[in-house]
């Protein structure tokens, strides 16, 4: 895993490699439904530290179990080196994305879109914004008024990208926090 990165040709500074030394899937994930597609990946770095922290490579915070982000976060933002629509990018994107209302994402997807997604996009027009192949798997990360910032959302699926009516599907964090801490508590202290 590389972290630290902005361009993916170009060495920098901050840049790191480490080794994976786990990769734990939840185990109701099924690649046909989209459904639990979480997974954590426990890096193993130089003197058993997982990445140096810098300016470059900074941590986000769990979100609450079952917090509702559409509630509480504010400012969220999707990062990611994914298709431009010209060429996958090789330096990373950046974009601020409003989270969606649940019910506009399940009229919109139906049976697909569950209650453990979130749904966030500018739809409108000329502006829209959306991840795309090749973000699978980054983050939807939200500000928390005066707590920092919170990873609400890893990037999952959707119809196309950008395309109109169609926002992304993220897989909401705060419905797994209980996993997640059952995972790392079992697997790494």
Do not use: N
């Amino acid at each position: 895993v590389r972290v630290g990165d902005y361009h993916t040709l170009v060495p920098e500074e901050f840049e790191e490699e480490i080794g994976v030394q786990q990769i734990v899937l939840h185990g109701a994930y099924r690649p046909d439904s989209s459904d639990h597609d979480i997974a954590l990946v426990r890096l193993q770095g130089p003197d058993g530290q997982c990445a140096r922290l810098s300016s470059h490579v900074l941590p986000a915070c769990l979100p609450l179990w079952r917090e509702r982000p559409q509630r509480t976060a504010t400012g969220c933002h999707i990062t990611g080196w994914g298709d431009t629509g010209r060429a996958y990018a090789r330096t990373l994107q950046q974009a601020a994305v409003p989270l969606l209302p649940r019910r506009r994402c399940a009229e919109r997807y139906q049976g697909r879109f569950t209650g453990r997604m979130l749904c966030a996009g500018s739809l409108q027009g000329h502006s829209r914004v959306d991840s795309c192949q090749g973000d699978s798997g980054g983050p939807l990360v939200c500000e928390r008024p005066g707590a920092g910032w919170a990873v609400y959302g890893v990037t999952s699926w959707g119809y196309g990208c950008g395309a109109k009516g169609s926002p992304g599907v993220y897989t909401k964090v705060s419905a797994f926090v209980p996993w997640i801490k059952s995972v790392t508590k079992l697997c790494w202290l």
